[in-house]
């Protein structure tokens, strides 16, 4: 009952600079929607050896997806990396919901405007569709074009592994039983403000992130309802147009056409600012969680100096307590090394994409706006000749 | 004349005025008293149910423009009480029989009407672009405290019509004055089928609010609101080429002090009988089955049922519209307020800077949609509700015509009836019954052919209303909206600036 499939989306909207590094290419060129399962087709291109073909392609799920995220949080070694946020369950309800209204509505309408408003939906249910595409999309090329991450052994499994992939979400599930992700997210913020800050640059990155993130957070939400209203005011537009039609012949040619421009509006914005907006906001949500890690390692490391001078105190295990120590020393160091390398790449990376999608929505306002004119203007000059 | 003495039966008169009546008095009372010809100094004061008065001097167009012109509610009408507290205007005059009635200024209506030939001819002198008034409804201004309180509008004209003693001029009038105007005018034209524009609503609510002193920006809106809405409905009353000659209207227009229009108060016993006679009204209305022998009135009375509906469609859309850009003009500040914050929270300077700046212009466009939803609402959905208001006139004057047609038909009946009365008496040896009989068959020969004649005017003049009514509808909705675009379009540009400006800031972001 909907569609299908859909080719490549063109320009990926909210990150940048990725998919450039030719040895590993990955994209999702084609999807399938059955009900509410999304089947994606994940297509990679390489040159690495590690792989057993240089071009392959294999259907996956959401779910494998969000297993593939979990195992790289939960891996030790990655912890000083800004693990890439995990894409956002597909979400269908609001299209579907309307589409649901709409069929309740259909005696109350004319046939146009019926079938204006089901054209309406499934443009909506389209775009959905290409954001969610888009959002699985750049998480797997946010991993294949970072050094570290895109050596992963699960993330080959991942692109490769031409069987379903479900029997290994359940045992690794089973395995880690979601260690770092049960801890209590709500808690970190505290451990994050309440460690003794040595380094500058941490306590710098420690305040911006907690501040941004708050406030990023409110935009998306305001941004999320601006759009929305917009949509709503397209709606009004399709009926008053159908309405128009009925009663005369000329006036109604415009609104018909302008519901359509305004309804572009609405999902413009939604592409470049909400959708902007929004990925930031998760993947500032990451950092958060980097920052975390490296908390909770410089806890680790001052009880382990604790523990250290409890022991010299008592003259008791001191060589396990002093190892102890030197493993929390090295880890801590290990995390904050990486973690400035990512969170000073991960501005760049963040002012850049801002650049460019603030760039893109003014020039498609600027462009609606411009046919919006055009358009109205004709049929002023059209009505005033007659 | 004379012979156009009737003795309307009190009940019929009754039920005219009830179907007529926008306010009522109930004035039962009154009716007995004056349906005896003695107590009728002249007759053509007649009730409303005797229709025009083509039957008196004059039996044409024009003379009937005159007449109607001057026709008043008679003295068994329940309104003559209002009226009268209301001061006469000139035609009010019970006793004068109408051709007398001859003021100052229906002397200039006079004079214009009787050198034209036909109805036809004065519409199309004042019809079309050439039609020279604009009125104007503007500076309302509270007046006294309290529940008492009431809002003032300065009404002024500007004309070169001959109708009007002076070119331009301006009076204070309160909202129960049009409606006091509104009545008049509906009782006097609305029977006769033409389509008099209804006045804009009441609103306790709203009133009481402004009264109460609330001055915030929803009452604000309210008095805006219904400055707009007496506007439009004295500028579409005045368009009326019969009406504009009416003078009440002219009275309303003109003079200084109006007496107030008592029985137009919200919660008065005459706005609860008319509520209760409006009720009545609609039973009345399914229970006459009227053969029509004409299609057009057919045809019509289907188009405008379809308008109907499809107007108040419209207006339902619109008024959503309205609601949703309300919203996101809220929801667009909101985004200002929040993208200002996080301009700030950013501490890449570029970027910091570039995010107040869409901070700005996003606050911009708040007011933008703001300025828009009230053009949404004050160009289109005020005129989709007039416009819905207008077609109940519209379909009462249609409801009024079957009336007409079923009073004739009644008299047919009586007439009928007493016929075969009188053939049995001339069996019988009773010649005084039997001259009363005659007499009586007389009378109603005379009422069954001055119902068809009311018939007949009535059916002309309502395909001369709905013709004159759908131009107006055409040039009306046209003229609104080729106004809604422009404001569509300002918008627009507005926003074409606003990117442009921003675009470069965003560029710099480096």
């Not at chain 1, 049960?182 to 990155?205: L, R, Y």
């Not at chain 1, 090394?337 to 929505?361: C, H, P, Q, Y």
């Not at chain 2, 019954?433 to 005379?446: N, T």
């Not at chain 2, 926003?495 to 560029?507: D, G, M, R, S």
């Amino acid at each position: 009952h909907l569609p299908h499939s859909t080719h490549t989306l063109g320009t990926r909207s909210v990150s940048v600079d990725l998919n450039n590094d030719a040895s590993l290419l990955i994209d999702i060129p084609d999807a399938l929607c059955e009900r509410d399962k999304v089947k994606f087709t994940v297509h990679t291109k390489t040159t690495l050896s590690a792989f057993q073909k240089p071009e392959f392609s294999v259907p996956r799920q959401h779910e494998d997806f969000i297993w593939l995220h979990d195992t790289l949080v939960e891996t030790e070694d990655y912890a000083g990396l800004i693990i890439p946020p995990a894409p956002p369950k597909p979400d269908f309800e609001s299209p579907r919901e309307k589409m649901h209204k709409l069929g309740e509505g259909e005696a109350t309408m004319t046939k146009e405007e019926y079938n204006k408003m089901k054209q309406e939906l499934e443009a909506e249910y389209l775009a959905v569709f290409k954001k969610t595409v888009q959002v699985h999309e750049i998480f797997l090329q946010r991993l294949s074009s970072h050094a570290i991450l895109s050596k992963d052994r699960n993330f080959q499994i991942f692109l490769e592994y031409d069987q379903d992939l479900s029997v290994r979400r359940k045992n690794a599930k089973e395995m880690f039983g979601g260690f770092f992700k049960n801890m209590v997210k709500t808690a970190d913020e505290v451990i994050i403000s309440g460690i003794k800050e040595v380094d500058d640059f941490f306590e710098q990155e420690k305040t911006f992130l907690l501040d941004y993130y708050s406030k990023i957070k409110d935009s998306t939400a305001k941004a999320e309802k601006m759009t929305r209203s917009h949509k709503n005011v397209a709606d009004d537009y399709i009926h008053i147009s159908a309405t128009l039609n009925t009663l005369s012949a000329d006036d109604s040619t415009f609104y018909l056409r302008l519901y359509k421009v305004e309804g572009r509006v609405a999902s413009d914005q939604e592409l470049k600012l909400t959708e902007l907006l929004r990925y930031y906001m998760r993947d500032i949500q990451a950092a958060k969680d980097l920052l975390y890690r490296r908390a909770r390692a410089l806890a680790d490391y001052e009880h382990s100096n604790k523990a250290l001078d409890k022991a010299r105190l008592k003259s008791k295990d001191v060589p396990q307590a002093e190892e102890h120590q030197q493993q929390c020393l090295q880890k801590f160091d290990k995390l904050s090394e990486s973690g400035k390398r990512e969170l000073t790449s991960f501005k760049g990376r963040r002012v850049v994409a801002f650049r460019k999608n603030l760039i893109e929505m003014a020039e498609l306002e600027i462009k609606h706006a411009k046919n919006n004119v055009t358009l109205l203007q004709g049929c002023i000059d059209l009505l005033k000749s007659n | 004349m004379a012979d156009t003495a009737r003795d309307p039966p009190p009940e019929q008169t009754d039920f005219q005025e009830l179907e007529d009546g926008e306010d009522l008095f109930p004035e039962p009372a009154a009716a007995p008293e004056q349906s005896g010809p003695a107590s009728l100094p002249a007759e053509d004061v007649s009730t409303n149910s005797n229709g025009p008065k083509q039957d008196s001097l004059f039996d044409d167009d024009p003379e009937d423009l005159f007449a109607e012109a001057t026709e008043e509610v008679s003295l068994d009408s329940p309104e003559r009480d209002v009226l009268l507290s209301d001061g006469p205007s000139p035609a009010i005059t019970p006793i004068t029989p109408p051709t007398s009635v001859i003021t100052p200024r229906i002397g200039h209506a006079h004079d214009d009407m009787f050198t034209h030939s036909s109805f036809d001819e004065i519409e199309e002198e004042e019809g079309g672009d050439s039609f020279d008034i604009h009125i104007a409804v503007s500076d309302p201004e509270k007046v006294g405290d309290g529940m008492n309180a009431y809002m003032a509008y300065k009404v002024t004209t500007k004309t070169s019509l001959s109708v009007f003693k002076q070119g331009e001029f301006s009076v204070k009038r309160r909202f129960s004055d049009f409606l006091g105007l509104h009545s008049k005018l509906a009782s006097k034209y609305l029977h006769v089928g033409y389509i008099v524009p209804p006045a804009p609503e009441k609103s306790i609510v709203g009133m009481t609010k402004v009264k109460v002193g609330k001055e915030d920006q929803s009452s604000n809106e309210f008095v805006e609101k219904r400055r707009s809405a007496l506007e439009r409905y004295l500028m579409r009353t005045v368009k009326h080429p019969v009406l504009l000659k009416d003078p009440d209207v002219l009275q309303f227009l003109e003079s200084s002090e109006l007496p107030r229009a008592v029985s137009t108060q919200a919660l008065s016993s005459a706005g609860l009988l008319r509520m209760v006679n409006k009720a009545a009204d609609a039973v009345n209305k399914m229970t006459i089955k009227m053969n029509e022998s004409d299609a057009w009135f057919e045809e019509k009375q289907q188009q405008f049922e379809n308008l109907d509906i499809q107007l108040r469609k419209l207006h339902a859309s619109v008024e959503s519209l309205v609601c949703h850009r309300k919203e996101l003009s809220v929801n667009t500040a909101l985004f200002a307020k929040s993208a200002a914050m996080l301009g700030n929270s950013e501490d890449h300077t570029a970027l910091s800077r570039a995010l107040s700046q869409l901070a700005e212009v996003e606050e911009k466009i708040d007011q933008l949609h703001q300025d828009q939803a009230n053009a949404d609402f004050y160009l289109f959905s005020e005129l989709l509700g007039d416009y819905v208001r207008l077609i109940t006139a519209v379909k009462g004057v249609f409801d009024h015509r079957m009336k007409t047609w079923q009073k004739w038909q009644d008299s047919q009946m009586l007439l009928q009836k007493k016929r075969e009365a009188e053939a049995k008496l001339q069996f019988t040896n009773k010649p005084d019954k039997l001259q009363q009989a005659k007499d009586e068959i007389k009378e109603l020969e005379g009422k069954v052919q001055q119902g068809e004649r009311d018939f007949e005017q009535i059916s002309k003049t309502i395909r001369k209303e709905v013709s004159r009514f759908e131009k107006e509808r055409v040039k009306d909705f046209k003229s609104v909206i080729i106004k809604y675009l422009e404001s569509l379009v300002q918008t627009q540009q507005q926003l074409i600036k606003y990117w442009e400006a921003f675009l470069p800031e965003a560029k710099a972001i480096s």
